[in-house]
Each structure stands twice: as structure tokens, then as C-alpha cells.
């Protein structure tokens, strides 16, 4: 899922977007209810009627911003008191108010309030998040049970998303599966999350507690926090297992295109990372060569194309040295087009990481229905 | 002419440009000497090569630029020597080393060396400066006449030259026309710069010598200095009818969408401005029902699209309010889509124009060639 904070991939229209065969955006909450806020959001008609983008997004709960961007924050048992990053003021987000915004904001799968543990953490610290994080995903689950309804979609949406359903049911799932049912009425899905530190047995715990809350998808938080690589990736391993191979698995803020293919193959189902877009706007460019400097001298008078094997409107047209110029000159263009050549290169990742699913050696990828043959 | 003084309309994609229907971009060779430098690009087949851009571009002299942008110039009657406005490192341009950067930057069209004189300025004074454009001028062409085949074009470039001069032949020539002839081995065009401060008879004379030096296209240079706008209308006026209306007359650094109209009127072929695209990066858009400032509140909440009667990718996808959310959040989105709309409002008022030409509405616009019913 590429990440577009304030309902904007930056520097990407919508039908460039479209284009390169985005399905999913995230959207940040805690960005959105800052800027342009929830009510004006919701009065256009959630996101998708405010930005224009009739194709799946998923919205943060705000928990992993208010914990890593905010300052003066107060965590209590009833929620988070925490100041603006732009202006200081002060607001407060609980499981409840955090639903509440995103049903506002009308995503199509919004994520449960969570703590996000800090690392390092001791045990015993990560225990209580972790049990902090389980109450609040009750209380996420309640509200959001009770206020479902309240989603600004309008009949169009609901029908373009039965549309979707219907064809991803079609390419995706195996013959006569009964499970997944087409409700009347679509709302949105709220995910629950997995905490726990990097302790593999609060992992265990959270992950079999937090399912038996029961939730259409589950999310693994807490990683990227700053532990090592090698850390994240055993965390991974040892919560996706106790996770329904049935339902979607999310794992939250990874990574580099060799990892996601990693946690594909673990069995996660869905990612989204800053890294392609933010690392765009620094003029690094992932290539099937390797990452790439584009602000390098040695590029100034290289006519190839930025990747050779790749065949996404930018290196189907500009040249290195093209690229490194509008990087060195500040232009914008430069920031445009690095990003949706990086862009590209991760949805060709993914696209090759689906395909090899389905030609059947992902067998050893998931243990549940998506391992079958298609039908 | 969109303005693309770093090889980049800012912040909006090459194909993007094509979809507009712009047929020619403007490059500015203080800038491209400056950065990347006339050697890359030259080396990358020229301007077309180097930016991916198949269509026409015009190259100013770099003359306005010295003029306007750098410190401490010198002016003689051998050339200019300037301050980079970027590093403050010393460089010199004359007639002869302007053809030579111009040639390098290989646009399609490029313009004379000449002094634009500052304003407000004593009769003697633009006297003297008009004189200077005039002997630079002829220095310009002697130079260009001897070097013309220096030009980084491929075969490519001259078959796609050929293509689009038949193209435009078929489409504006009156029946039985000889006088236009395609030539061999195609060539860039240098145009010719008329200056004279705001005297009508130095006016008058500067047209006259400059179409006696002979070139196949007439610049009107030294407005947009600073003078109230009635002034530059009547030294239009004044000037564009010294000159040939066989041959392209273009009218430098102008103007609002009203003007364009009005000096369209008066039979201006070609004008090239800045404002369609630096106002959209200050949140100016032009629409039909006149001048909106997108940053206002007013248009946090409105849910119509930026002009209903424009049809560009903008106008037909989002609302003002998400457009007021991009600009006043600062995102980059904000500079491409005000950018686009605002390109698409200026080219279909120039399309407006050469609609009504054709019509037959325009045998006021020109005595020439164009004002003769379509075959």
C-alpha cells in the first residue's frame, strides 16, 4: 500500500495512480484529523468522495503518530492526550474518538486504537501495553459495532465496492470456498492489531487474544520501532503463525522490496511503507540493478534508462541523466517522477509476488485457501 | 508557449504535457547554460533528446535573463559579462556565444542576442540600445548562418520535423500556397528581436532594419518591464504592424488570458508567459468565471469542481475543497494539478482563438496568408 498521509500520494495525481495499478491506499488519521480535519472530510463523502479515488484505502488508527510524532503526550487508561505537531494545540484520541474519526474519514478497512510499545522495552512494560491494547480493541470493536452505519458512503461506493468483492472473489478464491459472503449493505472492516514487543510469548498471546475478540483482518504493530532487521523479521515469524491464515494479514510500516517479498513468503498479505515514496523525494531509486543515487555526478551524462528492466513511464522515457538533472536543479519534476518509478517497482514486486501464488509455489507461503490451485 | 525554463514545465509530467495539446514548450538558456550546462545537453541530442520532448521548443537568447536575474553585469558592444545568480561565478555572453549555447540547447526556434532595454528609459538612450540589438543581430544571424549545422539533431528529429511541418501545412495553408517550402535537411529557425523602449518611431525603425537583416520569424522583446499595461498594448500596436504577417510574430513575456486574447487580435502569432504557472504554484487559478485564489476558507467546503466549464484531467476529477486541502497542507499534488489546470485554461483560450481564425472571424486578425478561408 503506497502512503498517502493527507489524502495525496505527494506529487501523484490520482490517475497516474490508477495507472500503475495501485488497488489500496493508506491514509494517516492523525494527519487527516489535523488537516483538513474529519467533519469536512466526511462531508464530502469520506475519502473517497474527498480525494477522488473510487479504489480501496485503509486508514490508520492515529495510535503509531500521536507515539511517534507529538509531543507532551499522556497516555491514561481512557486514551491519549497529546499536543498538535503544527500548532501545539492539544486533543485527545481514545479507542473511541479514534473510531469515530475514522468511520468519519469512511476508509474502507480502518484499524483498531492501539499502543504502540516503544523499544527497548522491559518485558513487563510490554506486557501492560499489551494488555492496554487489548482492552482498547474491545472498546475500538463496541463503538465501532455500534456506529457502522455512520459511514458517509453513498449507494455508488457501496456498489463499486461489490463490484471489487465480487472480482477479486473471482481471480482470488478457491472453488466452492462458502466463507467469504458478499454482505448487503458493505461497511467497513475494522482490523485489530497485534502487539507485544519483540517477546515472542506476549506475541503468541496477543496475536490468539486479539483473534478471539474476532476481526475480518489482523494487523501486526509495534516493529519498525527501531529494533534490528534480523529482530523484526523473527517477531514476524512468530506472530503470523498464530494468526488465521483465512483472513488478511497486515503487517504495519515494512519495508525494503527484498523484505516485503520476505514477509510475503511468511504470510503476510498486506504492507504499506514510507520507504518507496520518502526515499523518491531523496533522489533514491530502487532498481533491479540495486539502489541507485540519482544525485550522483557519474549519472550526469548516462543516456540509459534509470532501470533497463523496468517498464513504468519514467524509465520508459527519461534518461539518468534527465532524472539527475531535475534532482540536482531542485525541480519538482524530480520528486514526481522518482516517486512513481519507485512506486512501480514495488507494485512490481508485489505483482510478481501474487503471480508466483498463484502459478501454486506458494503453497509453502500460506497454509490457508490461497495456497490452492485456482480453480 | 508554456514556460519550461529548466527543461521541466515545473512539476508536470512530459505526457501529461502532450495530453494538453501543448505543440511548444519554451526553454530559457541562462538557465540551461547555467545548469546542466549547453555540453549535456548537447551530448543528449539537444533540448528534444535531453528532456524527452518530441514536439517543438523555442530557446530565448539568454539575453532577458542577464538582464533581469544577474548582478554586477557589464554591458559592451562586444557582449554582457554577468554574475550567476546561483554561485556568483563570472561568464560572458555575446552574439556569437549565445548561437552557440542556443545551438547546443538545439530548440526548434531560436532568438537573436539582443539588449532588452530597461524601463523607464530616455529617448537617447533607447536609441542606443536599439541600435546595439540591431548590430548584435546582425552578429547573431552571421554567426548562426556559419554554425546552423552544428545542431546535435539526429535523423530522428529532422523526419519528426518534416512530419509535423507537413502536418501544419495541410491543416493552416491556403490552397495553392508556394511560398512555404519545406526544406531539406531541416535547420533551427532564428527569429529576430525588436526593441526600442516605448517609442513608437524607434519602434517603427527597429521592425523595419530588423526585417531588412531577414529572418523567418519577428520577435517583439523589451515589454513586460515594468510598464503599465496600456503602454505595452498601444507599443504593440505600434510595432506589430511593421511586421510581416507572413512570418511568425512573437510577442515576448505576455500576458493574462484577456491579453493573450486581445494580442492574438492584433495579429501576434506566438507569446510565451510565466504567469498560467507560476500563479498555480501561488494557488492563482484562471477559470471561466474569473481569477479564484484557492487558499481562501470559503473553499474548504465547496464541492464543485474548479471550473465547471473546463474539461481538463483537474476540473473533471476534483473538488475545490480537496484542492484548497492540497495547497493549504502544502502538498506537492497542489503545484502539479494547479499547474495542469492552469496550462489547460491558457491553451483553450488559444485554441478559442485559432478556432475563430479559421472561422473566418479572423480577416481582422491578419493581412497575411492565415486570414484566407481553409481550403
Redesign the interface.
Known sequence: MPVGT??????????LLEDLGVQILLGNTYHLYL??GVK?VR??GGLH????WDRAILTDSGGFQVFSLSELRKVTEDGVTFRSHLDGSSHFFSPESAMEAEIGLGADIIMAFDECTEFPAEKERARASMEMTLRWAERSKKYFEEHKHEVPWGSDRLSAISCRQNEMLRRFAPRNDKRVVIPDGATQSLFGIVQGGMEFDLRKESAERTVEIGFPGYAIGGLSVGEPREVTHEVVEATVEHLPADRPRYLMGVGTPEEIEQYARMGVDMMDCVLPTRAARHGLLFTSEGKISIKQARY??D?GPLDPACSC?VCG???R??LR??Y??N???A???NT?HNLSFYLDTMLRVRHSIRLGEGARFHSGVSSQPKP
Chains 1, 2 share one sequence.
Not at 493527507?6 to 490517475?15: E, F, H, N, R, T
Not at 468522495?49 to 477522488?52: E, I, N, P
Request: aromatic fraction near 8%; hydrophobic fraction near 45%.
Open positions: 493527507l489524502a495525496s500520494v505527494k506529487g501523484v495525481p490520482q490517475d488537516r483538513p469536512a462531508g464530502m468522495g474527498f480525494m477522488s550526469a551524462t543516456s513511464r522515457r527519461y534518461s541523466a534527465y538533472h531535475l540536482a536543479a525541480e519538482v519534476l520528486q514526481v517522477l512513481i
